[in-house]
């Protein structure tokens, strides 16, 4: 494994290192404090890159953890394969139990939002030995969503389809002055930074793959042949926002039907982005929760 440095800013006055790791042939960006008594490893969602956590690295440094956030390939600063399959949960899952290896890291406290938590509820049932406790922001385990789906809420995941066709997708959210775009993505805080790369030259993978690599279902038949039978042996804990647009609410409360240890759950008065627009909500829960669970 190939691991190159260099060093960045993260919201505090002290350099953080910045390190490339090669991992199953593809490159991994990651922001890492180096010190602390115990790893939190942070990875975000759809559609971001690692500084998504940019208010959360410098409290849980400042609380005496190792943090580490990750650029999922495809986001951020990270690779970006062309084969969508190499997207699939059940390979960025190999990817991130290597990338622990690299790291030096035997166990840490995992946090996923969005996507990421979408990965990490099956990385958390099939690699509980390299977590502590997972702690999963806006997104439950994937078949419940399917659960929802079936139980007549399809027309709230319409995007869930829609992000399955990359032209379409971008014509429905870019037309018009991306009006519709402008209407969904409101409340998250960097909407102007994401719709400028949407716009621009560079690599657009980012938009789609997560739904081009992880159709419903396959997310059925891979809980059928193995997942109903794993659940999450760590303690869990799921927070959701009340004013997420995207996600309802018993997608994540029905997370407890996946583990077998302690589980919690935290409703706040947030919208979907909700480390970004309530850090002063989520920062002080997340603190109290990894006392509890170290």
């Given at each position: 494994m190939r691991i190159q440095k260099s060093t960045t800013t993260m919201n505090t006055s002290e350099n953080i290192s910045t390190t490339f790791h090669t991992i199953r042939d593809e490159t991994y960006a990651v922001t890492d404090t180096g010190d602390g008594d115990t790893a939190v490893l942070l990875m975000h969602g759809w559609p971001d890159d690692r500084s998504i956590w940019r208010y959360q690295i410098p409290v849980?440094?400042?609380?005496?953890?190792?943090?580490?956030?990750?650029?999922?390939?495809?986001?951020?600063?990270s690779s970006i394969p062309k084969d969508p399959k190499r997207y699939r949960v059940p390979e960025v899952s190999k990817d991130l139990d290597a990338l622990l290896d690299s790291l030096e890291i035997d166990q840490c406290h995992l946090v996923a939002h969005d996507y990421g938590a979408?990965?990490?509820?099956?990385?958390?049932?099939?690699?509980?030995?390299?977590?502590?406790?997972?702690?999963?922001l806006s997104?439950?385990?994937?078949?419940?969503?399917?659960?929802?789906?079936?139980r007549g809420n399809l027309f709230h995941y319409y995007w869930l389809v829609l992000h399955g066709f990359d032209s379409l997708s971008?014509?429905?959210?870019?037309?018009?002055?991306?009006?519709?775009y402008h209407k969904r993505f409101s409340s998250h805080p960097d909407a102007n930074r994401i719709l400028e790369r949407l716009h621009g030259d560079g690599d657009q993978t980012f938009w789609t793959i997560w739904e081009r690599a992880?159709?419903?279902h396959e997310v059925l038949l891979r809980w059928l042949r193995s997942g109903r039978k794993k659940k999450i042996a760590v303690p869990t804990m799921g927070i959701y926002s009340h004013q997420?647009?995207?996600?309802?609410?018993?997608?994540?409360?029905?997370?407890?039907?996946h583990v077998s240890a302690q589980w919690r759950f935290e409703v706040l008065n947030s919208g979907h982005w909700?480390?970004?627009?309530?850090?002063?909500?989520?920062?002080?829960?997340?603190?109290n929760w990894l006392s509890?669970?170290?």
């Amino acid at each position: 494994m190939r691991i190159q440095k260099s060093t960045t800013t993260m919201n505090t006055s002290e350099n953080i290192s910045t390190t490339f790791h090669t991992i199953r042939d593809e490159t991994y960006a990651v922001t890492d404090t180096g010190d602390g008594d115990t790893a939190v490893l942070l990875m975000h969602g759809w559609p971001d890159d690692r500084s998504i956590w940019r208010y959360q690295i410098p409290v849980l440094w400042a609380a005496g953890y190792r943090v580490v956030a990750v650029d999922w390939i495809g986001h951020g600063e990270s690779s970006i394969p062309k084969d969508p399959k190499r997207y699939r949960v059940p390979e960025v899952s190999k990817d991130l139990d290597a990338l622990l290896d690299s790291l030096e890291i035997d166990q840490c406290h995992l946090v996923a939002h969005d996507y990421g938590a979408t990965v990490c509820w099956e990385f958390a049932a099939e690699y509980t030995h390299r977590l502590y406790s997972y702690c999963a922001l806006s997104v439950g385990p994937s078949i419940e969503i399917v659960v929802d789906i079936l139980r007549g809420n399809l027309f709230h995941y319409y995007w869930l389809v829609l992000h399955g066709f990359d032209s379409l997708s971008r014509w429905v959210y870019l037309r018009n002055n991306n009006k519709r775009y402008h209407k969904r993505f409101s409340s998250h805080p960097d909407a102007n930074r994401i719709l400028e790369r949407l716009h621009g030259d560079g690599d657009q993978t980012f938009w789609t793959i997560w739904e081009r690599a992880n159709p419903s279902h396959e997310v059925l038949l891979r809980w059928l042949r193995s997942g109903r039978k794993k659940k999450i042996a760590v303690p869990t804990m799921g927070i959701y926002s009340h004013q997420d647009e995207w996600m309802t609410i018993d997608q994540m409360s029905r997370g407890y039907r996946h583990v077998s240890a302690q589980w919690r759950f935290e409703v706040l008065n947030s919208g979907h982005w909700l480390q970004l627009e309530s850090p002063e909500e989520v920062n002080p829960i997340l603190l109290n929760w990894l006392s509890e669970v170290r």
